[in-house]
């Protein structure tokens, strides 16, 4: 297997009869190797969901000097990992501690974290509800809301995306918690 850049390989000859050298592009510089993007959060070895960096801009409650336009941005959920974003080349990574918010992914057994950060809406108000009522109101309330454009998922939600799917789940733990101790 040739290598281009070895050091008797590099030059040629193009049709024009002019000397070129594959390892420089035409205006002398060095092209940038290419690297293939990190999906794998590099602190728990879990597969990331891609997030704006507008999302991580948002959330982040440090500087904004270290954010590379240039790069794109993974959310890790898992729940027993620091590592709330980081960068398709592994190479930058953002903690809970430098965001303005709590992870509900972080905590999904914390009564105070957001479950939905447009509404803010937590398991704790899920279970107040639940007790004073009987049901909860929560995942409408939310649909209705998404529906007329009341909600900025994509900038308040650590995820990136709509919490629905998170609200859903929450209720439907919340509701089961609450079962089980109507049980005993």
Same mark, same amino acid.
């Given at each position: ?6 050091? *008797? *390989? ?29 999906? *794998? ?73 957001? $479950? ?25 309330? $939310? ?13 308040? *939600? ?27």
């Amino acid at each position: 297997m040739s290598d281009c850049c070895a050091p *008797n *390989n590099r030059e040629s000859t193009d049709k024009a009869g002019q000397t070129t050298d594959c390892c420089t592009t035409p205006n002398g510089q060095v092209p940038q190797a290419r690297t293939t993007p990190v999906q *794998n959060c590099p602190t728990c070895g879990k597969k990331g969901k891609q997030v704006g960096t507008e999302t991580v801009k948002a959330m982040l409650a440090v500087t904004l000097h270290g954010i590379q336009p240039d790069r794109s941005y993974l959310f890790c959920r898992t729940a027993d990992c620091a590592v709330v974003y980081f960068a398709d080349d592994g190479k930058q990574t953002f903690i809970e501690d430098d965001l303005r918010e709590k992870v509900y992914q972080k905590h999904p057994d914390d009564d105070d974290v957001f $479950v939905c950060y447009c509404f803010r809406h937590t398991p704790g108000s899920i279970r107040v509800e639940l007790l004073a009522t009987g049901q909860s109101t929560v995942v409408e309330t $939310v649909t209705q809301g998404t529906k007329v454009h009341q909600c900025a998922c994509e900038l308040r *939600n650590p995820q990136g995306s709509c919490c629905l799917g998170n609200v859903s789940g929450a209720v439907k733990r919340v509701k089961q918690e609450l079962n089980a101790v109507q049980v005993m």
